[in-house]
Nanobody, 112 residues
């Protein structure tokens, strides 16, 4: 079955960095668009970024553009999200998404 397992979340100070990973299995990773979506405490879901199968096309929400970088390693069936210059408003649970499948999420807390 399809599995998406996120990791790499944690507590970081404003201005810091984190790298999230999403290990995928159960589908053809190399031909799939994969996305990151987040949910801040008490708020709705916010789309963050997506990447094409060949890692050639990448798209970002305006709120993270220039600070976050999405990438993938098709040999490892793994998706990444490098998050730099983190802000308190980046706090939330980050989910890896391959429609219609979701991971369990990894929590990111940006706080001093």
């Amino acid at each position: 079955q399809v599995q998406l397992v996120e990791s790499g979340g944690g507590l970081v100070q404003p201005g810091g960095s984190l790298r999230l990973s999403c290990a995928a299995s159960g589908f053809t990773f190399t031909t799939s668009w994969i996305q990151w979506v987040r949910q801040a405490p008490g708020k709705g879901l916010e789309w963050v970024s997506k990447v094409a199968p060949g890692d050639t096309e990448k798209y970002y929400a305006d709120s993270v553009k220039g600070r976050f970088t999405i990438s993938r390693d098709n040999a490892k069936n793994t998706l990444y999200l490098q998050m730099d210059s983190l802000k308190s408003e980046d706090t939330g649970v980050y989910y890896c998404l391959k429609r219609p499948y979701w991971g369990q999420g990894t929590r990111v807390t940006v706080s001093s």
